[in-house]
């Protein structure tokens, strides 16, 4: 492969730049987004983790890693419990082992030649706030009103905060003014209704800001770069818009206090999010940060779903910014800097947005995992071993599952075959790539299929296997993913004509009539992905949830970019009913808890959104036929692509690290 001189793709990307003390030798910077995937302040093995992460990634080239998101101490009177998702108390900065953990990860990312920022952030209404407002419509917590003893308190804790960050040899010290940060609750005319000095007009909202930025520069000078996050524009009508935000901005220039302004968009909950997923176009506010960009001279970050180099450059040579923020990108591919560098676009694993990584943690309380790279926040353990003695591989089923542990394996040297019984990879996946703005997940069944080519799988398609087939192939290790089939929930006339699967509408071998009801019996993305096929085909849509709220799996930060688009095309969420009867033209439901029995006229389909069973027949045939079995995916119990693929990864480095004879 001929190899390109260093940048030439990408001349604006790796272009060097100064921010402040800081001389990048790029424009990428990695803002905050590593909470989950091994938390620096934690145990010794979550924080090896952690800095293991980013050291892969400051190795490929990154310049400016942002990402010590860290909490102050709270202010509470005795015995006051703050709740909510990002509630403090002690914080981190106040932790006997704070200074020593960020000087390991300082140091850590020096020697591999990136610089480091720490990130100071205290969530609004938990529970303090200039004034006795809520902030959003889906979170109801009253605060406290924050007296000036307060404020003066915690500006001494930023204060204290900047010179434990200094000690810890961090470059860089950014004030988060933005995403329901406690200064954004005082800069913004929705939530501060305060009649004093810190409230009313433009320099009193800002008050509270200046004072902890003047109270840092007093303990750093200029040893450090310092700077703010800040929303460009509010998501709630009532908060600023773009040219209030474009006025801050130009605000905490005047004061001559920071270094830079890293400008965003979106909030925690709604839509767009802050953490904006698939249903958001790439790099979809450049020009909100292009304007921002206009009107200060301050270098200007912006962070928005730049999910790859070329949306990066676009952004870049735009001049909508002059650093870009790339956090997902490069959780799916830590190696993206290099090969962007290299020339090797077609490699880059793609990211599908659809946020798993956050959304693992804080809404099932499970441990982090990338959808599409399973190795991420493994860096510590290092890559799957070359083996030794490789060995024959036979993997049945070509959905995510088989497919991303055909690679592992073959990568790491073994002969791997993949059989797949219907005419394309992809299994499920290829459904979910049917569903609007699902374009990305058509892109990574691309890379993947790209990818079992070059690591040489023997692929054979439309080849359903059966037992005997495989023990007659002769490998070593057979691996069963064979996945899961369309499941019936066995409501009364769910075998009707006028009654279709999700699949088949999606892939268009059934067309449902104008009026469709959608039977929901799916905690995750599936019911709401059908719902936005219809109806943005002009179909009159019902969604119908036994739960409480739609998609309860999908969490903040993704559900409300799809729920919006649901409303403005007119879909109907119903929730607490189940369904318990489907005629022709109706359907019967009931409250799942007061029982009370409804019907819902004028329905010409019905499309069941109701998951699936799993396909395990070819393992139950093979059990103690063969000595090296094994079962993975939806084969096992049908879940979601994180879980194929963080199965396949574990059944690889599994059969990969095991002793050779």
């Known amino acids: ?275 904006q997923p698939t249903y958001i176009d790439a790099g979809a506010y450049g020009e909100l940060a292009g304007a921002l960009k206009a009107a200060v001279s301050l270098p200007v970050v912006h962070t928005g779903r730049i999910n790859s180099p070329e949306v990066a450059e676009r952004i870049l040579a735009a001049g909508q910014a002059d650093l870009v923020g790339m956090a997902r990108a490069h959780i799916a591919d830590g190696q993206l800097l290099v090969k962007a560098r290299e020339g090797r676009i077609a490699e880059i694993r793609p990211c599908v947005g659809g946020n798993e990584c956050i959304s693992r943690r804080y809404v099932e309380g499970l441990g982090f995992a990338c959808a599409v790279n399973p190795a991420t926040s493994h860096e510590v353990e290092g890559p799957l071993p070359q083996a030794g003695s490789p060995r024959e591989v036979l993997v049945v089923g070509g959905g995510p599952a088989g497919m991303e542990l055909s690679a592992l394996l073959a990568e790491s040297g073994h002969r791997v ?90 892939a268009e071998r059934a067309i449902p009539g104008r009026r469709v009801l959608v039977v929901s019996q799916d905690d995750h993305v599936a019911p709401l992905s059908v719902a936005d096929f219809l109806s943005g085909r002009g179909h009159e849509v019902t969604v119908v949830f036994a739960t409480a709220t739609p998609a309860p799996l999908l969490g903040r930060y993704i559900v409300g970019a799809i729920l919006g688009r649901l409303d403005e095309q007119g879909v109907e969420l119903r929730s607490m009913e189940e369904v318990t009867a489907i005629e022709p033209g109706r359907v019967h439901t009931r409250n799942v808890y007061s029982l009370r029995p409804r019907v819902i006229e004028d329905i010409d389909s019905v499309v069941l959104a109701c998951g699936s069973v799993s396909d395990s027949t070819l393992f139950d045939d093979l059990a103690g036929r063969h000595t090296d079995l094994h079962i993975l995916g939806d084969a096992y119990a049908p879940r979601r692509l994180v879980f194929a693929t963080k199965q396949a990864y574990a059944l690889a480095d599994l059969i990969a690290r095991r002793p050779t004879a």
Do not use: K
């Open 1 to 275: 492969m001929t190899i390109e001189p260093a940048g030439q793709h990408f001349p604006h990307l790796f272009a060097p730049i100064t921010v402040g003390t800081m001389r990048l030798r790029n424009r990428v910077m990695l803002p905050p987004h590593a909470s989950a995937i091994g938390n620096i302040y934690g145990t010794d093995d979550e924080a090896a983790r952690n800095i293991a992460y980013f050291e892969e990634r400051a190795r490929s080239g990154v310049a400016w890693i942002a990402s010590l998101s860290t909490h102050i101490r709270n202010h509470l009177i005795p015995g006051f419990d703050p709740t909510g998702v990002g509630a403090a108390t002690t914080g981190f900065f106040r932790l006997p082992f704070f200074v020593e953990r960020v000087q390991a990860f300082s140091d850590a990312c020096h020697a591999l030649g990136a610089t480091v920022s720490v990130q100071c952030v205290h969530q609004g209404g938990m529970p303090h706030a200039p004034s006795a407002r809520l902030s959003a419509p889906v979170i109801n917590l009253v605060p406290h009103v924050m007296t000036h003893a307060d404020i003066a308190e915690f500006v001494r804790e930023y204060a204290e905060s900047a010179r434990l960050s200094m000690l810890g040899r961090a470059d860089g010290f950014e004030l988060h003014l933005n995403h329901d940060d406690l200064h954004e609750w005082f800069l913004s005319p929705y939530t501060n209704h305060r009649t004093d000095r810190y409230g009313g007009s433009l320099e009193n909202r800002c008050r509270f800001a200046t004072e902890v930025l003047q109270a840092v520069r007093d303990v750093v000078g200029t040893s450090m770069t310092v700077g703010i996050r800040l929303n460009i524009r509010q998501e709630a009508p009532e908060g600023f818009g773009v040219a209030g935000g474009i006025e801050l901005a130009q605000y905490f220039e005047s004061t001559g206090l920071i270094d830079y302004v890293h400008g965003v968009v979106g909030s925690p909950w709604g839509n767009p999010s802050y953490i």
């Open 417 to 506: 075959r993949l059989w797949e019984a219907q005419d394309r990879l992809g299994g499920a996946l290829h459904y979910a790539a049917l569903a609007p703005r699902h374009d990305m997940y058509a892109a990574y069944l691309d890379w993947q299929v790209a990818r079992l080519a070059t690591a040489g799988v023997e692929v054979s398609l439309g080849r359903r296997a059966t037992a005997d087939d495989v023990l007659a192939a002769g490998a070593d290790t057979v691996a069963v993913a064979t996945g899961a089939t369309p499941r019936r929930p066995g409501i009364v006339g769910d075998d009707l004509p006028h009654v279709l699967d999700v699949r088949d509408v999606l």
